[in-house]
Every structure is written in C-alpha cells, then in structure tokens.
C-alpha cells in the first residue's frame, strides 16, 4: 500500500508550488467538482443562500469545507484544490487573481502588485 | 491547396477582457500592452486569413477533471462563449469550419496523435481574449475558427517536445486540405505567471525573453526543457507556453519575425505578443 502512494507521487520540489497531479485531482474532486459547478448562475445564487448545505451536496470533507469558510487559497490548495477551478469560488465573494495573490502570499494588495512591477524591472 | 501564411501569440488572461469591456486601452498600464496589437491588425487586414486555428487551455468551462484530454480539437459549425462563474457578458457565436475540423482531425489520428474530438464545446477566455485582440471589429473578414485546446490544468501535461511535434502533424493536416484557402495559426497563453501557492506572482522576465528568441530561431532547443523546469522557471500556469510551441510546430522550419511586444506585468503575467510569418 505503501508503495501504491508513493507511486502516485510525481510531486516535483518547486518552492511554494503545488503540482496539480494526479494524487491532487484525486484529494480535491469534490471540492474541484463544486467549484466547477459555480460557471452556472444558479449554482451560486444556491451556495449564497446556504454554503454549508452546498458543501455537503457536493461532500466536501472537513478539511474542504473549513478551507473554504476561511476562504483561504492556501488551505484550498493543501485540500486539493486547482487554481483554475478556485478562480471561480473567489469571483462569487469578488475575489480576482491579484487579491488571491496577495492573500497568499501574505502581502497587501499594493504590496503584491509593487512586488509584480519589481519582477518586470 | 490550403496555406499557413503565419503563427500569432498572445497572451489571453481575463483581465485583458475587462480592460477591453472598460476601454482602458489608453490607460497608463495597459497602454503598453494594446500598442503590440495594431501592427497584427494590420497585417491581418493585408493577409486575410480564411480560418484561425486557434490553440488554448480551457481554464475549467468546458472541461472538468471527470475527463480530461490533452489534446482537443472543435468540430463544430459554431463555438459558444459562456459564464466562465463571474457572470460577465458573452461574446457572440465564432464561426467554425467543420469539414476542415474532420479533414484535421482524420490526417492527425492517420498521423498516429489521438484526438479527442469536439462538436460542442463552450470556448472560454483562452480562445475569446485573443480573437477580441487581433480582430476587435469582427468585421467582414473575421476568418472562421478552429480551436484546439490543450491541457495545461492537470498534470501530467504533454511534454514540450510533444507539443511541437503536434503542430508539426497539424500543419501537415491543414496544409493536406485541397480547398485553396489562408490560414493562420495562434499560440495563445503564458508567458511566465503563477496564480497558486506561497509562490503566487513568480514571473520570470529572462526566462519569456529567452523563449520568445528562441521560438523562432531553435524552437527544437526548447524541447530540452522539461515540464518541471518549465513551471519552475515559468510558473505553474508558465505552462501555458506548450502553446506556443504548437502555433510554431505549425510553421515552416524557417519563419520570418515580423513583429514582437513584450509588457511585463499585465495582472500577474508576463505577456508576450508576436507574428511570425511562413518563409516558403
């Protein structure tokens, strides 16, 4: 079994990224498949209305459900969690890439984007 | 006989979208980045394409992690743009070329790469961002369109080297079309940039400038890099520019560049503009 596991490792050491792997796609379905669910408007008129019963119609686990009432891409991610699908969880509480960036990074907004604009220099 | 004149690149993230929705193309910070699209326009309006073979990731609106190909091809008479969950406008239908879809799609599977083929598939920002940049009228000669779509969202992503030898395959397969017809080809996505993670807002402004030379000059050199040094040196959604190398697989070994951008940061990208014409 032990080796099952590691066989499903294809993690590579890259700082402070997670590949979306397999043995990712696999931890985070459910809350993946939720996310995904969000393209359609009446999806998310039905998680504002009540996001503890759409968590659990999509079974989501502890570790999902706290992640995302924290709202909280670091902890999304370490619960499986794709960026591309997370993208449409932060659009419902008006979230863009840039505010996302931020919070993970631990920056404010204008600290993130100063932090960009270096980069470019 | 059909004919690649060229390869365009762009990048295609959505907040180019909103900047297009708001008019803020005259803006300090996106000035820059609209100044690399009127000489593509131009060229455009002087070349005339009949079809744009358009090559993408969808970002989670048509595919989801229950299946996902690696490479996808539409095979429909028409595209639909839709709610990608931000609830922002639509854009209006594109205009596919189904026989030219199925002409591709049989000379690649012939040619020993699986396609997953598509009838309907709903086309996100990847394929909408770069169209509204490169023909922002949708005037009479908007060409009809192809898209292709490549995984870029679940590892293991094809290799790079696979990648351009798709477009190799697929620029014999549009080349193979009796019908005389121009057809241009774009890479869209990337360059360097990385949404997720404590290290979310990498951009990597050596690495896309090395890319964006070597493109053109060695694009074989580029199959030397691995997908984890890619998305080391890139960013996880540095990924992207497996696309490119399948716009330029497309093209003649010898390409002339004819026009290059570079605006380093939109959003959180690096984002890279170029038009690359066949040299026969």
Same mark, same amino acid.
């Given at each position: 079994m032990e080796d099952n596991q590691n066989r499903l490792d294809h993690h590579a050491d890259i700082e402070g990224t997670t590949l979306f792997d397999g043995k990712m796609a696999m931890k985070g379905y459910a809350l993946n498949k939720m996310c995904f669910s969000f393209n359609g408007g009446a999806a998310r008129e039905e998680y504002r209305a009540d996001p503890e019963a759409y968590f659990n119609k999509f079974n989501l686990n502890d570790e999902q459900k706290a992640a995302c009432r924290n709202k909280n891409v670091l902890e999304m991610i370490a619960a499986g969690g794709n960026v591309y699908y997370l993208a449409k969880f932060a659009g419902i509480y008006g979230l863009n890439m840039q505010d996302i960036g931020a919070q993970q990074t631990g920056l404010t907004l204008e600290e993130f984007r100063a932090k960009l604009q270096r980069a470019g220099e | =006989?059909?004919? $690649?004149?060229? %390869?365009?690149?762009?990048?295609?993230?959505?907040? $180019?979208?909103?900047?297009?929705?708001?008019?803020?193309?005259?803006?300090?910070?996106?000035? %820059?980045?609209?100044?690399?699209?009127?000489?593509?326009?131009?060229? !455009?309006?002087?070349?005339?394409?009949?079809?744009?073979?358009? $090559?993408?990731?969808?970002?989670?609106?048509?595919?989801?992690?229950?299946? =996902?190909?690696?490479?996808?091809? %539409?095979?429909?008479?028409?595209?639909?743009?839709?709610?990608?969950?931000?609830?922002?406008?639509? =854009?209006?239908?594109?205009?596919?070329?189904?026989?030219?879809?199925?002409?591709?799609?049989?000379?690649?599977?012939?040619?020993?790469?699986?396609?997953? *083929? &598509?009838?309907?598939?709903?086309?996100?920002? %990847?394929?909408?961002?770069? =169209?509204? !940049?490169?023909?922002?009228?949708?005037?009479?000669?908007?060409?009809?369109?192809?898209?292709? *779509?490549?995984?870029?969202?679940?590892?293991?992503?094809?290799?790079?080297?696979? &990648?351009?030898?798709?477009?190799?395959?697929?620029?014999?397969?549009?080349?193979?079309?009796?019908?005389? $017809?121009?057809?241009?080809?774009?890479?869209?996505?990337?360059l360097s940039h990385q949404l997720d993670g404590e290290r979310a807002g990498h951009i990597n402004k050596k690495f896309d400038l090395m890319c964006m030379d070597k493109i053109v000059t060695d694009p074989e050199a580029l199959t030397k890099i691995s997908r984890h040094e890619l998305i080391r040196e890139a960013g996880s959604q540095g990924s992207e520019f497996i696309m490119w190398m399948m716009m330029r697989g497309a093209l003649s070994a010898k390409v002339k560049k004819i026009h290059q951008n570079y605006s380093i940061p939109i959003s959180n990208t690096g984002a890279g503009t170029m038009i690359l014409e066949n040299v026969d």
């Open positions: - | =006989m059909a004919k $690649i004149i060229g %390869g365009l690149t762009t990048s295609h993230i959505p907040a $180019i979208g909103n900047a297009i929705a708001r008019n803020k193309q005259d803006d300090p910070y996106w000035k %820059g980045f609209f100044a690399g699209y009127p000489p593509v326009q131009k060229w !455009l309006d002087k070349h005339k394409p009949d079809v744009a073979v358009v $090559i993408y990731n969808d970002h989670g609106l048509n595919f989801f992690l229950d299946k =996902m190909p690696t490479f996808a091809i %539409g095979a429909a008479h028409e595209y639909h743009n839709a709610d990608e969950g931000w609830g922002l406008p639509t =854009m209006a239908p594109y205009t596919g070329d189904a026989a030219l879809s199925w002409h591709i799609i049989e000379r690649m599977v012939e040619d020993e790469f699986d396609i997953t *083929s &598509c009838q309907e598939i709903l086309v996100d920002h %990847g394929f909408t961002v770069p =169209m509204q !940049l490169f023909w922002p009228d949708r005037g009479p000669h908007m060409p009809r369109v192809i898209p292709v *779509s490549a995984n870029t969202v679940q590892h293991p992503i094809p290799t790079i080297k696979r &990648c351009l030898d798709f477009g190799k395959s697929l620029g014999r397969a549009i080349e193979s079309w009796p019908e005389d $017809i121009k057809v241009v080809v774009l890479g869209t996505g990337g």
